[in-house]
């Protein structure tokens, strides 16, 4: 089921399926970005009741921009070629925002990576996207997995 949230979706709304090559790297971005931070507080509230400020602190800890920039740094020679391609756009997009507590390199690192996260989402690709979060986590030592 969780592999086809997104159309599930589509379908209680009565929303048509979309290409998703049309959307632009931001959209891809906004929608990864949500996604990547479900699954992170998915993975540490299903870990076991605690305070909530306490799960708070360590959802952001890994949804900031600084450590999506090195998630995406970890993952990306796993990357295919299409998933770089999404990165890269992303990366190279425009955004509109700065972010407070990262540089502007990791900032758009960090909007790549969110883009093929939204990208995979969007495709029904949930799986890839675990195996990456999951590999991209691993690397890094976070205490995710």
């Known amino acids: 089921m969780?592999?086809?949230l997104n159309r599930?979706?589509?379908d209680e709304f009565g929303i048509e399926a979309k290409d998703i090559r049309?959307?632009?790297?931001?959209t891809l971005a906004y929608i990864g970005d949500a996604l990547f931070d479900l699954i992170i507080r998915s993975v540490l509230v299903n870990k076991g009741n605690t305070a909530v400020n306490n799960l708070h602190k360590r959802a952001s800890a890994i949804v900031k921009a600084p450590s999506q920039s090195?998630?995406?740094?970890a993952i990306m020679d796993d990357l295919t070629e299409e998933e770089k391609d999404i990165y890269r756009?992303?990366?190279n997009s425009k955004p509109h925002t700065k972010a407070k507590n990262a540089s502007t390199m990791e900032y758009l690192e960090a909007?790549?990576?969110?883009?093929v996260m939204?990208?995979?989402?969007l495709s029904g690709n949930m799986d890839r996207a675990m195996e990456l979060i999951k590999l991209g986590a691993k690397r890094l030592g976070?205490?995710?997995?």
């Open 22 to 26: 049309t959307y632009s790297p931001l």
């Open 142 to 145: 976070l205490d995710i997995v």
């Open 111 to 115: 909007t790549g990576f969110e883009a």
């Open 2 to 4: 969780a592999a086809d």
């Open 70 to 73: 090195a998630i995406a740094a």
């Open 8 to 10: 599930y979706i589509n």
């Open 118 to 121: 939204g990208y995979l989402y």
């Open 89 to 91: 756009r992303g990366r």
